[in-house]
Every structure is written in structure tokens, then in C-alpha cells.
């Protein structure tokens, strides 16, 4: 865009001459302002990696100049605005530093429209700066200490890093503000922030009245946001450093990411589209009618599966009947008996008991009680009389309300269950009351699978036995030294002109850990370049010394680390570069043909050589490493099909040690993960197996784990894997693609081996080196696999039609408990 801009100007020699001073003092090739510099309407100031710039600019349909912050991808979005409600009329802006070391936006006037307005700075001894998280900072120079910053002033977007703010005591808090208008950045009516008061949760706010909220934060997630279940976005933190203040913020990533509060009172989240140049959107908090706030008045419950979506919670009835069935909801509902305040075992004549209602969006006013076990929350709430609900989640504890319950929603397969107190009469079996099945329609099976895990996890963690707690890599001989010198440095500078500037058109693709880039080197070398997103947390020398270990690795299934990088911040390495990309491409893309390259005898070679790369990280290296996130995206293909596991060694350069429970952070990605690692971050060699049986099943299936539903079977893959096996017909698990004949017995062996690694329990999983000698036959009898865990989903069909008889002829351990529930007649 420069050189464009510069080229337009050569083409009249004296218009050069004339602007050439001016263009001098625009090229402000920099992104700091300090106080011999006047920023001036032209002027713009771009963060150290052309992130975020700083300028003036006007909104649509309005000749008002605003100072703001924007994209550097795209100029008409305006991250952050100084003067949001003065604006300048003209472009006679200008800022300077005031004489007590504030930034000031004057006009032609040399009126003050705008400024950092902090106290207690020396004189003349401030700059400020434009970061590539698109904060803009005041900082004092002597000492280098931000005395201010954009971030603390929100507009109306919410970017990586930056942080949403409550703080319980003074009840002062960061939020964000939406625009008036689409031309008028003024602070309009709506806002949206962090309500840290008893549970955590985002609100938005219509002139401070509630209007959506996000349930919840467990951890990890949202609770009441279901499109949180999947992992693209389990990517917030919820932390506080005072028992007081809490914030909440959207982890750096390598995608350019905000969250807007728009016009019309909706959080929308969009990601940078680098190949179509445009916004995509990715999330918006307020998608139906019910996702308003309170929609159906008090004890009213809402479904959006449902018509009307409203209904009374059981045991419950219209408040107005008339009103209600004409539609208006905001009355709610009464409650039909009152309660005895003495508790019985729930199905007895007399007292209370409490109705369990899965799988929802728990209503709001919540209090909370930390505790472990959900007997607690139980007994708690029954012997206190004005506790009418309670819920549990391992995070939060237990929650209990003793205000009218507001803002209810059922959701499908993701959610809380709700445990509500009611009279023992309501719990009762009437024969007139229809047993209906709930169904979790399959929207992905990752999202469905996290909460089937997390209830069924709960109640079965007694069961048991963990794994003791494992650093994700231990050295066998921690006397072994490395030699750091021997490792391959690479300079920024080298590495940059391999990459064209670390060019859009060179990227290769983006792994959890930053963007990879295809890079030449002088010598005619092709390497595949990690930039590496977000610091590691570590010094220098542990960082070079960790990749010098790791690059000692050798074996020809996995890819080879041939150096790196540390220069400032930037952390980078470089891989040996793998011309025929990853397995996915092959396996899942309808358009690579697959069949015609991957016959069976490829894929069965490429499961065994996935299984001895990672033998060797399990065992024969000098380190333990456990991958943690192997799948098909990881495992990348040389020009002869040998295929090479990636991103081995992250973990480790990682912080590999790092709990589950006080980070949030989720290394690797629903689906493939076991289920002691999704649900409790205990990670061991045997949850690698998992994953590498989910892999084995894509590769002999031809499709994706995370994407698959069998709608006629009503069964994940893992299912179907089960079901086909144990009816002796393993080949119609098959890719259809393949030829099978003359390989029948060999496919099913894989298929029985692949259900021997996804089982439930770790114990029971055989380990990476049996898998190996399974599948070369040394073993040649094969024990009984048990039913993986997600197997089964319910069918849709039964919704509504009365009958409580399962979909499928495989029995489902803990179907009772989760999804049979009352409905009252509509
Ligand atoms: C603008 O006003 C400030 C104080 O309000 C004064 O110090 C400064 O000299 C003025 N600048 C111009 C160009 O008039
Ligand atoms: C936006 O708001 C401003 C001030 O409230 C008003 O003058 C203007 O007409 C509005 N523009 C649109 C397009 O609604
Ligand atoms: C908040 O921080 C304080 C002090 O660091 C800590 O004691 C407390 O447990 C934290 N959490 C909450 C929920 O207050
Ligand atoms: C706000 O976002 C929602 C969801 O994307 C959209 O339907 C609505 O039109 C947006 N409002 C404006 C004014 O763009
Ligand atoms: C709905 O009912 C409430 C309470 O009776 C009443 O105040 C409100 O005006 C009604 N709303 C509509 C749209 O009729
Ligand atoms: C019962 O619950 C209410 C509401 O949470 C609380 O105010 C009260 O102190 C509790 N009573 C007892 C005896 O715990």
C-alpha cells in the first residue's frame, strides 16, 4: 500500500519535490510519538509488526475526524476512539504532549478535546506508543512504567489481551460501549462487561438493564453461551490478582480477533479472513429470542426447539393464564404446590425432593459455595429453606438460588443440570405424565461429548483411579547436557527475506502454537518457519536450550527441527519443509482424490509409522515426551508418503508442566482427547493412545471424529466403529473408497486394535508399543475392547412422541441419569 502510494506520487517529478518534506515528516516510521513530534489529520503511527495503527479517520456518513486506533488490515475499524464524544469538524487536529507530560487533541482552536488526563507525571518525560495488541500507551521515559493506556478506556471492541473489569468492593468496572449509531461513535445505550459478584459472568446492558447474559464462567467456558462447548473458542481467561478486581480476557492468538458491541446491542465476534480480505464472523452472544434476558418471566423456562418457546418450569403454572397464552411471558410463572420444607428421598409421600433438569443455561442470581462434591451442594439446599435450586459444576462448586428463578434456558446436549426443589407430590409417577427423551441434536460431537463427559465424569470419578499427575516430559537422564552452540541460530533478518516478510502468500497454515511460513533460503533450501505466537514464558537460554534438546531428536516419523530463532521477542523455528502438507488434506478434503492415492496398503503403512514416531517419543528417545494433541493436522507427509508427527516438542517449549486448573488453557483439541485429559488434564502416554486410536479410526473411515454423525444410526464414529465391529461386519466402517479385498482380515484387526486404544479407562488401553506389535501380529490375539464412551447420541425422532423406548440396540451405561426427563403436557 506504501509503494503504491509512493509510485502514484513519482509519476509528477515537482509534486514530489513540493510533498517530499511533509511525506518525510508523514513517514513517521515509528510507532511512538514523543514531544518533539507534532501528529497531525495525515499522520499515522503503526505498531512494531503492522498490527494496529494509530490515526484520524471519519465513520461513514460522517465528516466528523475521530483519533483512533485501528487494524492495519482495514481501516474502517476503529478498535479504539480517543475523542468518541467531541469530535473534530475539521481535520486541524493535532497532538502534542502538554507541558505536565499528558497527550492533548486540540483543534484549529487550540481547544482541548481530548486527553490522557493522568496525574502525578513529570514534566516532558513521556512518549507514547502504539503495541501490536492495539493498545496505545503513555509511558513515562525515566522509568518506562505505563502511567496510561487505551485499554483501561474500552471503545466499543474487545481485543485479545485486553481486559474486561469488576471489582466487586467499589463496584468500578471496564467495560466496553457501543456506538450510538453507525456514524456516531458517542457512547450509545448499550454496554457489556464482567458482573464478578457470587458467580462470573458477561452481561450486556441496555442503559444498565440487563439484556443478555452469558451464564456462568466455569473455568474454561461460558457456561450458558453453547457454542463455547466446541474448542475454537474455549480461549478467555477469568483471573483476579485482589480478592476485589477480576478480569476477563480473550488470550492472545495468532488470528486477528475482536468482539464488538454493536448498534443494536450484540457482541460479535469476527476473525480476519486473510485470503478473502474481510471480517468473518465467528460468534454473536444474542442469536434467538431466547437468548433476551428473561424472555420468560420468572419459573418460566425457555427452548428455542420449542413452540411457543416459553413454558412453566414443572410444578409450576402461568402467574396469568390469559396473558400467557396470548404470549406475554413476563409475568411467569407461580408455583403449584408450596413446599413442605422437609425433605424426603424424592418419591415418598410427603416433603420435598428435587427435579433434575439437564442440560441448562442455569438461571441468574446465583449464590455460590465452593465445594467438590455434589452430595454437598445437595444437602446444603435441603436443609435450608429458602434454598429452592441447586446445581454443581467441578469448577464453579455448588450453586444454589433462593431468588425466583430468571433468565432459564434448556439447552440441547450442552449445559448445567439444574436440581430444583419441589414439592414430593410433583416428583411423583403419575400415569398420565409423559416420559419423554431429551435429545441432544448433534451439532458437533465435541460439543456434546465435553458436557456427556463432564456429568458422567463426576459421577464416576470415584471409580477411578488416576493417573498420578505427569509433567508432560521428563528427562530418562537429566546428567545429559546439552550443547547449545551445536544448535543452528538463525537471524530474524535471514529469516525474513526467506519468507518475503513473513508474506500472507508464503503462509503455510497456523498450528496452535503461531503461523507457519514456507521460507527459501539462500542456498536453494526449502523450510517451513513456526512464528511463534505468544512468548513461552521462558528466558532466552531455557528456551534455546529446550529447542536444542528437542532438535536432537531424530526419526523418520517425526519432523525434523532444523534451528531457530530468538531475537527480542520473537521466537521462531524452523522445520525441514514437507511438500505434500498434512494428513488431513488427504483424508478428510472431497477434493484430493483419495482414494486414488490412499489405498489400504498406504494407510495401514501410515498408521504403523505414526505408531513407531510415537513410540519413540513414548520410550526410545532420550526424552519422554507425551504429544498431547496428535491428529491428522499433526501429522505431516514427506514426498514418499512417510509420515512425520509435527509439533512434538510444544508441549515442552510450552511449559509443558503447566496444570490444568489454574490456567484454562487447553492444550489440544476435543474429540481426540481422552477423557481423563478433557476432563481432569491428567495426561499420560495412555491418553496418547487414545488419541492415536481416534486417528487410526479416521484413516481406516476417511472421516473426521469432530465432524461425524451417522444420523440413520444415531452414532458418533467412535460408535459406529463399536457397532460395526461387534455385529462382525467391521467393513462397513470402511472408507468406501478403499478396495478392501484380499485386506478384510487385516482392516478389522485394525479396527478391533483402534477400539482397543479409545477405551474409557487408561488401564485398560493397551500402550503404544503393544499397539505396535498387535498390528505386525507378534500378537495375535487380541483382547475384547469395551464400549468407548461417546458411542451412542439419542435420536430426534423421539422428541414429543411419548415413548420413552431407546433409538439403538446398544445399551448406553448412563442413559437413566442423563437424558430422561418430565415435560408438561403443552
Ligand atoms: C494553546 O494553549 C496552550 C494553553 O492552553 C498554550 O500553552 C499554547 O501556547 C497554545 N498554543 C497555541 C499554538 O496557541
Ligand atoms: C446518529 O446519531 C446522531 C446523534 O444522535 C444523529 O444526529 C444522526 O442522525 C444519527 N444517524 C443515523 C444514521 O441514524
Ligand atoms: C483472588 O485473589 C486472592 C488474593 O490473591 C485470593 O486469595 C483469592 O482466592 C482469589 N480468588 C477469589 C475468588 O477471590
Ligand atoms: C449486530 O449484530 C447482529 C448479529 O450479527 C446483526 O444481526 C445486527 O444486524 C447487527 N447490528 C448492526 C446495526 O449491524
Ligand atoms: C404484558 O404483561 C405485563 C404485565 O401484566 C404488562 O405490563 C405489559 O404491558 C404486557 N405487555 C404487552 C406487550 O402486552
Ligand atoms: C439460607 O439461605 C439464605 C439465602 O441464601 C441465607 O441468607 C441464609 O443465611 C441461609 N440460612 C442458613 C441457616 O444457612
Not at 405424565?433 to 435429545?439: A, D, K, S, W
Not at 479409545?758 to 503404544?768: G, L, T, Y
Amino acid at each position: 500500500m506504501n509503494t503504491k502510494f509512493v509510485n502514484l506520487r513519482l509519476q509528477s517529478l515537482p509534486f514530489v519535490i513540493i510533498s517530499l518534506v511533509p511525506l518525510l515528516c508523514f513517514c513517521l516510521d515509528t510507532d511512538t510519538l514523543t514531544s518533539n513530534i507534532t501528529f497531525r489529520d495525515s499522520d499515522t503511527i503503526i505498531s512494531g509488526r503492522h498490527v494496529f495503527k494509530l490515526g484520524f479517520f471519519s465513520p461513514a456518513n460522517n465528516t466528523n475526524r475521530y483519533l483512533a486506533v485501528f487494524y492495519d488490515v482495514s481501516e474502517e475499524t476503529a478498535v479504539w476512539i480517543a475523542n468518541r464524544d467531541r469530535p473534530l469538524n475539521d481535520s486541524s487536529g493535532t497532538i502534542t504532549f502538554s507541558t505536565n507530560g499528558n497527550l492533548v487533541l486540540t483543534n484549529g482552536r487550540n481547544e482541548t478535546l481530548w486527553s490522557t488526563n493522568a496525574t502525578g507525571i513529570s514534566p516532558r518525560n513521556t512518549s507514547a506508543q502504539i503495541q501490536d495488541n492495539g493498545n496505545f500507551v503513555l509511558r513515562d521515559t525515566s522509568t518506562e512504567s505505563i502511567i496510561w493506556e487505551s485499554f483501561a478506556y474500552p471503545s466499543n471492541s474487545f481485543l485479545p489481551t485486553m481486559r474486561l473489569i469488576d471489582n466487586i468492593y467499589t463496584r468500578h468496572k471496564v467495560v466496553i460501549t457501543a456506538w450510538t449509531n453507525g456514524s456516531n461513535p458517542e457512547p450509545g445505550r448499550w454496554t457489556s462487561g464482567l458482573e464478578a459478584l457470587n458467580v462470573h459472568q458477561i452481561f450486556i446492558w441496555n442503559n444498565s438493564r440487563p439484556h443478555w447474559r452469558s451464564g456462568p464462567w466455569n473455568g474454561m467456558i461460558l457456561s450458558g453461551v453453547p457454542d463455547m462447548y466446541s474448542p475454537y473458542l474455549a480461549a478467555f481467561s477469568l483471573s483476579n490478582d485482589t480478592t476485589d478486581t477480576f478480569y476477563f480476557t480473550p488470550h492472545e492468538t495468532t488470528f486477528l480477533m475482536r468482539i464488538t458491541l454493536n448498534t443494536t446491542g450484540n457482541l460479535v465476534q469476527t476473525m480476519w479472513n486473510i485470503q478473502q480480505r474481510n471480517w468473518d464472523i465467528t460468534f454473536v452472544a444474542v442469536e434467538n429470542e431466547c437468548d433476551f434476558y428473561q424472555t420468560c418471566g420468572p419459573f418460566g423456562s425457555c427452548d428455542i426447539r420449542d413452540s411457543p418457546i416459553c413454558s412453566c418450569i414443572r410444578g409450576f403454572e402461568p402467574v396469568n393464564r390469559e396473558e400467557w397464552e396470548s404470549g406475554n411471558w413476563t409475568s411467569g410463572c407461580a408455583r403449584r404446590r408450596q413446599l413442605q420444607c422437609t425433605l424426603t428421598n424424592n418419591t415418598s409421600e410427603n416433603g420435598d425432593g428435587f427435579l433434575r433438569l439437564p442440560f441448562t443455561k442455569v438461571p441468574d442470581f446465583a449464590e455460590q459455595f465452593p465445594s467438590r462434591e455434589p452430595n454437598v451442594c445437595r444437602t446444603r439446599c435441603m436443609s435450608n429453606c429458602s434454598c429452592i435450586a441447586y446445581a454443581h459444576d467441578p469448577y464453579i462448586g455448588c450453586m444454589s438460588w433462593s431468588e425466583p428463578l430468571v433468565d432459564f434456558q434448556r439447552f440441547n446436549g450442552v449445559g448445567i443440570d439444574l436440581f430444583l426443589r419441589l414439592e414430593a407430590s410433583e416428583l411423583d409417577n403419575h400415569s398420565d405424565r409423559l416420559l419423554v427423551v431429551i435429545i441432544p441434536v448433534v451439532v458437533g460431537f465435541a460439543a456434546i461429548s465435553f458436557v456427556i463427559i463432564i456429568t458422567w465424569f463426576w459421577n464416576k470419578r470415584k471409580d477411578i483411579k488416576f493417573l498420578e499427575a505427569e509433567s508432560a516430559i521428563i528427562f530418562k537422564d537429566e546428567t545429559e547436557k546439552v550443547n547449545v552452540e551445536e544448535l543452528p541460530l538463525f537471524s530474524f533478518e535471514t529469516l525474513s527475506k526467506s519468507t518475503y516478510q513473513f508474506h500472507e502468500n508464503y503462509l503455510l497454515g497456523r498450528g496452535g502454537f503461531g503461523l507457519v511460513y514456507k521460507g527459501y533460503l539462500k542456498n536453494g533450501k526449502v523450510i517451513a518457519v513456526k512464528r511463534l505466537s505468544a512468548a513461552s514464558g521462558q528466558g532466552n537460554e531455557e528456551f534455546l536450550n529446550e529447542v536444542a534438546v528437542i532438535s536432537k531428536l531424530q526419526h523418520r516419523n517425526l519432523v525434523r527441527l532444523i534451528g531457530c530463532c530468538v531475537e527480542g521477542e520473537e521466537r521462531m523455528l524452523i522445520y525441514e519443509y514437507m511438500p505434500k502438507k498434512s494428513l488431513e488434506g488427504y483424508l478428510f478434503d472431497p477434493n484430493h482424490q483419495s482414494q486414488k492415492i490412499l489405498d489400504w496398503k498406504k494407510r495401514f503403512y501410515i498408521i504403523e509409522s505414526i505408531g513407531r514416531g510415537l513410540l519413540y517419543l513414548h520410550m526410545d528417545s532420550r526424552l519422554k515426551i507425551i504429544h498431547r494433541d496428535l491428529k491428522p493436522s499433526n501429522v505431516l507427509l514427506d514426498e514418499d508418503w512417510n509420515p512425520k508427527i509435527s509439533d512434538f516438542g510444544m508441549a515442552r517449549i510450552f511449559g509443558g508442566n503447566e496444570g490444568f486448573g489454574n490456567t484454562s488453557r487447553v492444550v489440544g483439541t476435543y474429540g481426540y482427547m481422552a477423557p481423563e485429559y478433557a476432563m481432569d488434564g491428567r495426561f499420560s502416554e495412555e491418553s496418547d493412545v487414545y488419541s492415536f486410536g481416534v486417528l487410526m479410526l479416521e484413516i481406516i473411515s476417511g472421516k473426521k471424529n469432530t465432524n461425524y454423525y451417522n444420523h440413520e444410526l444415531s452414532l458418533s464414529l467412535l460408535g459406529c466403529a463399536w457397532k460395526f465391529w461387534n455385529e462382525d461386519s467391521g467393513l462397513d466402517f470402511v472408507d468406501q473408497t478403499i478396495d478392501c479385498s484380499n485386506f478384510e482380515g487385516q482392516i478389522v484387526r485394525c479396527v478391533h486394535i483402534a477400539l482397543l486404544c479409545v477405551q474409557e479407562f487408561p488401564n485398560d488401553r493397551p500402550s503404544i508399543q503393544t499397539v505396535l506389535s498387535m498390528l505386525s501380529r507378534e500378537i495375535i490375539d487380541l483382547p475384547m475392547p469395551g464400549q468407548p464412551i461417546f458411542a451412542e447420541k439419542w435420536n430426534r425422532s423421539h422428541v414429543g412422541t411419548g415413548t420413552t423406548q431407546r433409538s439403538s440396540q446398544i445399551g448406553y451405561p448412563y442413559s437413566n441419569d442423563l437424558t430422561i426427563t418430565e415435560l408438561d403436557g403443552r
